[in-house]
């Protein structure tokens, strides 16, 4: 499935009701930076989760069993994204249906002069088409790759909706806490868990979140030594000054094995090693495992690798900040805008640092009203006014908390 991912392709509008706190939310053009500032509790992450849930959803090749505990009756996402000349809206809610507890509703709309047209509509079990056709998909398929898969691929119907689905399929979600026990502790890696990983990411295009074997296979495929250039130029003494060298050993097995080792079958190991920076003429110089890097520095290794691997069309960042100094957070923002494309980037953050890289245009006020997620964007004269600002009094967070609700 050919993948999208120019930097015009991104979501322009995005429509949350009845998602958690999110009782009718709407982000309208969208540009390529989005950042979602506010105070704590204000729903910023419940807005990054609605998009990527949604996004998975319509995608993943089996249900997902988060619906059945986040979205609730009625709750219904919406999501405008352009790709090259098109513009297409996917919506999914979960209809009210008296007697069914979660009746799922698809639709896939494209853009035609100022009205959007249903390509399809899936209506619990069932797909219908503008010309007539029905196909049966189940009760809770996800509905872009069943018929992928149950139509031909030369079917109109799969050539009309493969763009949507490409683009779709790889709306990434990074959460602010790093996953280091989900495998990426100091550890041997077997060749058969590598070969494996690589496998599941070539089939279903979704990488599992390690940033070890992101690394690895940077490091072991020839074709992506590109990627892996720019991540060291990235971390190094020309980019952030935080790792001068990342570097892979390949142990094989000895040939007489201990019997727990023996009986896994495998003829090698991989382990992946990191150099940290420490100054010219600081000694020694000391290799050591991803799990005992500062938290900041695996933040910020987590977030270059999953950029250049995983070829997101959309990357869902929550506090790119955490952990970080303001000077390197400042330096990770100009960095993330240089090279980020083509992927979109939505992000909460309570960093001046992070905001003052930032135009006006591209901040989103969250905040909360009766109980419920609001969010707005700067208006014609507050954009004049923060330009102003930022021109004759200072940056432009401080500005931010003279117009943010409490």
């Given at each position: 499935m050919k993948r999208f991912c120019r930097r015009d392709n991104m979501l322009t509008?995005?429509?949350?009701?009845?998602?958690?706190?999110?009782?009718?939310?709407?982000?309208?053009?969208?540009?390529?930076?989005?950042?979602?500032?506010?105070?704590?509790?204000?729903?910023?992450?419940?807005?990054?989760?609605?998009?990527?849930?949604?996004?998975?959803?319509?995608?993943?090749?089996?249900?997902?069993?988060?619906?059945?505990?986040?979205?609730a009756r009625g709750s219904t996402i919406e999501l405008d994204f352009k790709i090259p000349s098109n513009t297409y809206r996917y919506l999914r809610t979960l209809a009210p249906v008296p007697g069914i507890p979660k009746a799922i509703v698809e639709k896939l709309s494209l853009l035609k002069g100022d009205t959007f047209v249903d390509i399809l509509v899936r209506e619990r079990g069932q797909v219908t088409t503008p010309d007539g056709r029905t196909v049966p998909i189940g009760e809770i398929a996800p509905c872009l790759p069943a018929i992928s898969a149950l139509?031909?691929?030369?079917?109109?119907?799969v050539l009309a909706i493969s763009p949507a689905r490409s683009f779709l399929s790889t709306v990434r979600y990074?959460?602010?806490?790093?996953?280091?026990?989900?495998?990426?502790?100091?550890?041997?890696?077997?060749?058969?868990?590598?070969?494996?990983?690589?496998?599941?990411?070539?089939?279903?295009?979704?990488?599992?979140?390690?940033v070890l074997m992101r690394i690895l296979d940077m490091l072991l495929d020839k074709e992506k030594a590109d990627n892996l250039a720019v991540l060291q130029q990235l971390l190094g003494q020309n980019g952030l000054g935080l790792i001068d060298g990342i570097h892979p050993l390949n142990i094989p097995v000895p040939t007489k094995q201990p019997p727990t080792a023996s009986s896994s079958g495998e003829t090698a190991y991989y382990r992946v090693l990191f150099l940290p920076s420490r100054g010219a003429g600081a000694f020694p110089r000391m290799y050591l495992p991803y799990d005992a890097l500062s938290l900041g520095t695996r933040r910020v290794i987590r977030i270059f690798a999953s950029m250049l691997f995983d070829g997101s069309s959309v990357m869902l960042l929550e506090q790119p900040e955490d952990s970080l100094h303001q000077g390197?957070?400042?330096?990770?923002?100009?960095?993330?805008?240089?090279?980020?494309?083509?992927?979109?980037?939505?992000?909460?953050?309570?960093?001046s640092a992070l905001l003052n890289k930032l135009a006006p245009d591209e901040i989103r006020l969250v905040s909360l009203h009766e109980g419920f997620t609001s969010i707005r964007?700067?208006?014609?004269?507050?954009?004049?006014?923060?330009?102003?600002?930022?021109?004759k009094e200072g940056p432009l967070y401080d500005f931010l908390e003279t117009v943010q609700e409490e």
């Open positions: 509008r995005i429509h949350i009701q009845k998602f958690r706190l999110c009782q009718d939310v709407l982000i309208d053009n969208a540009g390529s930076i989005v950042a979602l500032v506010g105070h704590n509790g204000t729903g910023k992450s419940n807005i990054l989760q609605a998009i990527y849930q949604t996004a998975r959803m319509a995608t993943a090749p089996e249900p997902s069993p988060s619906e059945n505990t986040t979205f139509l031909p691929a030369n079917d109109p119907l990074y959460p602010v806490d790093e996953p280091v026990a989900a495998g990426d502790e100091d550890r041997l890696i077997p060749q058969g868990e590598y070969a494996a990983w690589v496998a599941e990411w070539k089939s279903t295009g979704i990488a599992r979140d390690s390197l957070t400042k330096k990770v923002i100009g960095l993330l805008r240089q090279n980020a494309q083509p992927a979109q980037l939505i992000m909460s953050s309570h960093s964007k700067l208006s014609p004269d507050e954009l004049s006014l923060a330009v102003d600002f930022m021109n």
